[in-house]
């Protein structure tokens, strides 16, 4: 299916450009992408997908036309999905006045039935805008981008042990003087637990973690 | 609120998980999932206004203008943030905006700002699922726990703990790190006690919590973490209730 080889297009565009198919030189979408500061790369062997955006996402979108004539967008779609490989797809559906009565039933075939992520838009001159966005975005920090969480385990640990019924701060703070770890309290037995906690409170903490919960 | 759980499920119904804050702000929602697409609800208490759909995705809903309005940005990357360590996958819906009855409706104006923020949302691996109100989102709520359950995932363990301890050791495993009320519901049900699973390996952890490895990993390396007591001591200040 591709007429290009596909490390080629896995590399995808230098930054701050995009390959474009041939069929949309002068369309209204390519003109609004110039106008936005995107450098346009214009590729006749794009394959399936109307444009490869830096960072590996590609985008074909699919036009009011085709989504009011029905199946054949489907089966580009399939083909579309299955040769992705290692890159995002994004699929972006031209939602007006005329093809909104079957949005619902291209989002669930899209999104539910390929796994493939849709972006509605109005018009091309929307497109453009978005893709746009995607492609200055690479550039910027990602504000959703998922952290890697370093936080402190200590007070953590601390906070667990106080869930243990008749233990208040002072007292998880005893027990963790003479257990670091949740796993040795929860192994301590009863008589190493009364020496820091009293009686009472040493069999409620000895209960709490071996009294079944559960089916198992 | 309450459903019947204890009976054997029919292969149609699909648990959901719903945080109390939901219930206002989606009386038609819910109605409509438990009616037209019969699905088991639990009302629950979780760390923000989202529905669980399965034992790893949550689900939140936003109207348009919460994502195109700059004013918004901060609390929406919070929330996708915290999520972000609670589960392996997250899909908000995004719902036009409810217009007054009797009010014309405005036609969305897309803003900059607005497809700013769907391309962060997208790279970031966060799906998006489109909806013209609240009858529809509850069918695409349905629709995403069925499909998780389909694909092996969805919630099997009963929604409810029974007791007085039971409810303890649940609120224990929320207090673990990485532990959405999913897997804690999960450890619940399938380990006999507390120091079961304290004790158990990482692919015990791993089974019984219907959770990723990394995230069984964390717990089991947090159950045998060495406090430091001066480090302890010294973070007051901290919630700890």
Redesign the interface.
Same mark, same amino acid.
């Given at each position: 299916m591709e007429t290009k080889a596909p490390d080629a297009l896995d590399a995808g565009p230098p930054c701050g450009s995009v390959f474009v198919g041939d069929r949309w030189r002068r369309s209204p979408l390519t003109e609004r992408l110039k106008g936005a500061g995107v450098k346009i790369l214009f590729d006749s062997e794009l394959g399936l997908a109307d444009f490869y955006l830096p960072?590996r996402?590609c985008i074909v979108y699919v036009s009011e036309r085709d989504v009011v004539a029905g199946q054949d967008y489907k089966r580009k779609l399939v083909r579309y999905r299955n040769a992705g490989g290692r890159l995002?797809e994004?699929v972006l559906v031209e939602t007006t006045r005329l093809s909104e009565q079957h =949005? +619902?039933a291209v989002?669930?075939f899209v999104? @539910?039935d390929l796994g493939l992520?849709? $972006?509605?838009v109005?018009s091309q001159t929307?497109a453009a805008?978005?893709i746009?966005?995607?492609v200055h975005?690479e550039g910027r920090e990602?504000? =959703? +981008?998922?952290?890697s969480?370093s936080?402190? @385990?200590?007070?953590?640990?601390?906070? $667990?042990v106080?869930?243990?019924?008749g233990v208040g701060?002072v007292k998880a703070?005893a027990l963790?003087?003479h257990f670091?770890?949740?796993?040795q309290l929860?192994?301590a037995d009863a008589v190493e637990l009364e020496a820091i906690v009293g009686h009472v409170v040493a069999q409620q903490i000895h209960s709490?973690?071996?009294?079944?919960?559960?089916?198992? | 609120v309450k459903q019947d759980v204890s009976g054997s499920e029919s292969p149609a119904s699909v648990c959901i998980l719903v945080d109390s804050r939901c219930i206002s702000s989606g009386v038609e929602l819910m109605t409509v999932l438990r009616q037209r697409h019969a699905a088991t609800i639990h009302v629950c208490s979780l760390d923000g206004s989202y529905f669980i759909v399965s034992n790893r995705m949550a689900v939140e809903r936003h109207s348009q203008s919460d994502l195109a309005v700059m004013q918004n940005r901060k609390r929406l990357v919070e929330r996708v943030n915290s999520l972000q360590g609670l589960f392996d996958r997250i899909c908000l819906i995004v719902e036009k905006d409810r217009t007054k009855p009797g009010e014309a409706s405005r036609p969305f104006q897309r803003t900059r700002f607005f497809d700013s923020t769907l391309a962060g949302l997208v790279r970031t691996g966060i799906r998006l699922l489109w909806s013209s109100g609240a009858e529809e989102s509850a069918g695409l709520l349905a629709d995403l726990a069925r499909l998780e359950q389909r694909k092996g995932q969805g919630i099997a363990v009963p929604l409810e703990v029974k007791g007085q301890h039971g409810q303890q050791a649940l609120q224990m495993y929320l207090s673990l790190p990485s532990v959405s009320y999913a897997h804690a519901l999960n450890l619940s049900h399938n380990f006999k006690s507390i120091a079961h699973l304290m004790n158990s390996s990482i692919e015990a952890i791993q089974k019984g919590g219907c959770m990723s490895r990394s995230r069984a990993e964390e717990i089991y390396h947090f159950l045998r973490y060495s406090c430091d007591p001066f480090l302890v001591n010294t973070s007051k200040g901290r919630k700890t209730s």
């Open positions: 960072n996402i995002q994004l =949005f +619902a989002q669930r999104v @539910l992520t849709l $972006l509605p109005g929307d805008q978005l746009a966005q995607i975005g990602n504000p =959703f +981008a998922r952290r969480s936080r402190l @385990l200590d007070p953590l640990v601390l906070a $667990l106080q869930q243990v019924p701060k703070l963790l003087q670091s770890s949740i796993r929860c192994n709490f973690f071996h009294e079944p919960t559960g089916p198992g | -």
